[in-house]
């Protein structure tokens, strides 16, 4: 598609820009007393229709599920390219069939799991988890569903579902920024892929896991070579956190590497990825034409509920505002 193509989407996307939650309104919630206190702050927000409803029964995913559920829907409709609101809905596609799967194997019913979000209908995803085919979902998701089928098969490991699904996930994003043929989406592709890498890396070292455990999880589709990050293995987060400065993403690694201690932090890791790759969708603030204000509003969405989420959830168990406040991802907004 032209750059042009986008002018009146991105026109719509700067008006649903000023909804998002403000800095203020967090730190407001941050400083709230209670619960019911920070919800409260929702009430001039585009959650406002849930506040009573959950003030009442603290199910704060449901506000959180209920607000993705309807900004996808909306961007679905108004792109020009669906494929753009994909590359973010795969997440929810895939986190379905992961459900979907395991509740088949283990004859229980896990609907209540489920997330009706994504251009995969979840009676389609039903469908060919029953059948093992189907006619309408993409290939690589029909390969996902083989190889997790075999491997279950083999080794009746229910928890390695997750592991192979999550690695066909990024080979899908990355199948999909090729197709979409713009440079800024596969750029996005491989920072996703990558910064997991990353984390997947840290916790193994971390949890002292071997190289075997990493070449299962990590994926082979970033732009940092899967056998790189594993010849690593054998390092301790001291070392490690030197020999990755080697890489493309030394600003990363050192702002997640304790200052006295020298070793790089798991928690810190995933924090710096995130904030990383705000900054990045945050250059779409001055694109007029072009898909990537779409998708910077997207990745806002998901920050701003992420954040929510870890606001609510602390208030409900009273932990204390600043163990709250450092680990809050940067946000879009002002």
């Given at each position: 598609?032209?750059?042009?193509?986008?002018?009146?989407?991105?026109?719509?996307?700067?008006v649903y820009e000023t909804r998002l939650l403000r800095n203020e309104q967090f730190e407001t919630m941050l400083q709230?007393?209670?619960?019911e206190e920070a919800v409260n702050v929702l009430k001039d927000s585009s959650y406002r229709q849930d506040v009573e409803k959950i003030k009442e029964n603290k199910d704060y995913e449901l506000l959180i599920d209920n607000e993705m559920q309807r900004t996808f829907k909306e961007l679905f409709e108004i792109s020009p390219e669906p494929r753009l609101i994909?590359?973010?809905?795969?997440?929810?596609?895939?986190?379905?069939?992961?459900?979907?799967?395991?509740?088949?194997?283990?004859?229980?019913?896990f609907d209540y799991l489920l997330l009706d979000i994504g251009k995969e209908p979840l009676s389609a995803l039903r469908h060919v988890v029953e059948?093992?085919?189907?006619?309408?979902?993409?290939?690589?998701?029909?390969?996902?569903?083989?190889?997790?089928?075999?491997?279950?098969?083999?080794?009746?490991?229910?928890?390695?579902?997750?592991?192979?699904l999550d690695r066909?996930?990024?080979?899908?994003?990355?199948?999909?920024?090729?197709?979409?043929?713009?440079?800024?989406?596969i750029k996005l592709a491989n920072l996703f892929i990558d910064f997991n890498n990353l984390s997947i890396l840290?916790?193994?070292?971390?949890?002292?896991?071997?190289r075997n455990f990493l070449h299962a999880v990590l994926s082979s589709s970033g732009e940092v070579s899967k056998a790189t990050l594993i010849e690593l293995a054998s390092e301790d987060l001291g070392s490690l956190s030197k020999k990755l400065m080697k890489l493309p993403y030394k600003t990363i690694i050192q702002a997640a590497t304790n200052s006295e201690t020298r070793q790089i932090s798991p928690i810190k890791i995933?924090?710096?990825?995130?904030?990383?790759?705000?900054?990045?969708?945050?250059?779409?603030?001055f694109e007029v034409f072009g898909p990537m204000p779409i998708l910077a509003y997207l990745y806002a969405k998901q920050t701003e509920v992420r954040n929510l989420r870890l606001i609510l959830v602390g208030k409900k168990n009273q932990i204390p505002q600043d163990s709250l406040r450092e680990r809050m991802r940067l946000n879009y907004g002002a």
């Open positions: 598609m032209k750059a042009t193509d986008y002018a009146g989407t991105n026109a719509l996307i700067r709230a007393s209670s619960f994909e590359f973010f809905s795969l997440r929810y596609s895939y986190h379905n069939l992961k459900i979907l799967l395991k509740a088949k194997l283990v004859g229980e019913n059948a093992g085919k189907s006619e309408v979902l993409h290939p690589i998701i029909i390969e996902a569903l083989e190889d997790a089928l075999d491997y279950y098969e083999e080794y009746h490991n229910i928890q390695a579902i997750d592991i192979i066909f996930y990024f080979r899908h994003i990355k199948a999909l920024s090729l197709e979409l043929n713009e440079p800024k989406i840290c916790r193994a070292i971390d949890q002292k896991q071997t995933d924090l710096e990825t995130d904030n990383s790759l705000m900054k990045f969708f945050q250059m779409a603030k």
